[in-house]
């Protein structure tokens, strides 16, 4: 399989979890099932996060420290949100997830990401 169809298996599985998780909290899902939605989220975020950086030293992807700062910071983001989770009411949270930067995700699938991808292809690297 090559690289760059296994990054956009992962991109679309990534982005359709986040679906999920945006429906759960808009349909007033219980916090049990929130948090088990963030966590296969997170859990999932890390490996699709491992593989690219794994990919990225094969490639010999120059800006690889950049991206995986920005990984990190995806994490954080991540993390903070279940944090939030645990510490307000579903209401206030509920409140706060609408204003969760989702953007921040896309965008770095669609750019970042992209720019990863593009070099892959140019470097004809396959699995």
Do not use: C
């Amino acid at each position: 399989m090559f690289a760059v169809t296994l990054i956009d298996q992962q991109h679309r599985e990534l982005v359709s979890m986040l679906n999920r998780l945006n429906d759960a909290v808009k349909n007033n899902e219980s916090r049990e099932d929130i948090y088990r939605i963030i966590d296969d989220v997170i859990a999932f975020t890390r490996l699709h996060f491992a593989t690219e950086e794994q990919l990225m030293i094969q490639s010999g992807y120059t800006d690889i420290e950049w991206h995986k700062d920005k990984h990190k910071e995806l994490i954080q983001d991540a993390l903070h949100l279940k944090g939030k989770l645990a510490y307000v009411g579903e209401e206030m949270f509920t409140d706060w997830f609408n204003h969760w930067p989702f953007a921040r995700v896309l965008a770095h699938i669609q750019y970042a990401d992209k720019q990863f991808e593009d070099q892959l292809l140019q470097s004809g690297m396959k699995e």
